[in-house]
């Protein structure tokens, strides 16, 4: 202390020693604050949990008591409820009194004797008269008898599975009745659906955008897939049909002569293919339909002197291209055409290929 005092000479030694002496003092007290303070701070921290607990059931209590409170509410709202209750009850109770008593009005009320077989039951008649929803649409008489005989022909048209004179009796003594007088079409219609005739509703429309319309076409043409049995017959059919024009074409020229178009069609009844060919041009045969190819094998002439030889008669070859027409027909413009039909068209045509090949030569020249 004093090596480091002497390095204060040029400061009052006596001020330093002074400050330093009330440093140390300051230090002491601290030091025993802290430790007084060490002794009470076990108590407080207990004592600032206590308090939070206390806070915590207070949390607890006051939220209980708002619990209590909304039960108190639903309590009386459900009083409330209760008493509206019983008061829709009581007006349902004295609506469905009203109504068995305007049935049983109802049921006194005389009917056309064609209708007094099919009479609604009572209970029947007043669920009906609940239906309507508005017990005053029959307060009138007039009402309430046009009610009953309406409900007594609804109960008749259901019952019978055959209209008879009776029927037609009973709707006309129906049609004679006076009919109330309603406000408004709604009405009129509320009141023949409560007593059983249900009258047509008018459809709801909905405009159809460009792209809709084109979806469902799209839609539709995607059903319209050909199955593999129709594809497979048109194959077939336009194979075979192109083989049995080329023969054709060889034996009538081999017979005939190249012209013979103009020569023979006329005499077979083929002036309109004559006709057609003259306007269109083009092979011959490429306007031939089956009963062409009919009438060219079938004519006495040609078939004397080339296809008897093929085919037993003319009445067959006529026979067998009109079955081969038909089939024909229905595969290629959409018809209703079955795997049945495939089968019967491939008989057909292998028939016709056996007479063909009689037809074709037995010898080719060999160069």
């Not at 921290?45 to 207070?58: D, G, I, P, R, V």
Request: net charge neutral; charged share 30%.
């Amino acid at each position: 202390m004093e090596r480091w005092l002497s390095d204060f000479d040029g400061f009052n030694r006596h001020s330093v020693e002074d400050a330093l002496r009330r440093a140390a003092a300051g230090l002491s007290s601290i030091r025993d604050f802290q430790a007084k303070l060490d002794v009470y701070r076990s108590p407080l921290q207990q004592a600032l949990k206590q308090f939070e607990e206390q806070q915590s059931a207070q949390q607890i209590m006051l939220r209980d008591l708002d619990v209590h409170s909304r039960l108190r509410e639903m309590v009386a709202a459900a009083g409330g409820f209760r008493s509206t209750l019983s008061e829709v009850l009581a007006g349902a109770s004295e609506t469905f009194r009203e109504v068995q008593e305007r049935a049983e009005e109802a049921r006194k009320l005389s009917l056309p004797h064609t209708l007094e077989a099919f009479r609604t039951p009572t209970s029947d008649l007043s669920v009906r008269m609940l239906a309507l929803g508005n017990a005053r649409m029959l307060e009138s008489q007039t009402h309430l008898d046009f009610f009953n005989q309406a409900s007594a022909l609804s109960d008749m048209i259901d019952s019978v599975r055959r209209i008879n004179h009776g029927f037609s009796d009973a709707v006309s003594a129906f049609r004679q009745a006076q009919l109330p007088v309603f406000d408004s079409l709604s009405t009129y219609r509320s009141f023949f659906d409560g007593a059983g005739l249900v009258l047509p509703r008018w459809p709801k429309v909905r405009l159809l955008s460009a792209a809709e319309k084109r979806r469902r076409f799209r839609d539709r043409l995607k059903t319209k897939t050909e199955p593999a049995h129709v594809k497979r017959a048109k194959s077939l059919v336009h194979r075979y049909e192109l083989t049995l024009r080329d023969i054709l074409d060889d034996v009538m020229a081999r017979e005939y002569g190249e012209d013979w178009p103009d020569a023979r069609l006329p005499l077979c009844d083929c002036k309109d293919l004559l006709g057609k060919w003259k306007k269109r041009g083009g092979d011959v045969l490429e306007h031939a339909d089956y009963a062409h190819y009919g009438r060219i094998m079938g004519h006495p002439d040609h078939f004397a002197a080339i296809f008897a030889n093929a085919f037993a008669d003319p009445e067959m070859v006529l026979s067998i291209m009109k079955a081969a027409g038909d089939l024909r027909a229905a595969s290629h413009h959409g018809r209703s055409f079955t795997p049945e039909d495939l089968r019967d068209l491939r008989v057909t045509w292998k028939t016709i290929e056996s007479g063909l090949l009689v037809l074709t030569d037995d010898y080719e020249i060999i160069v």
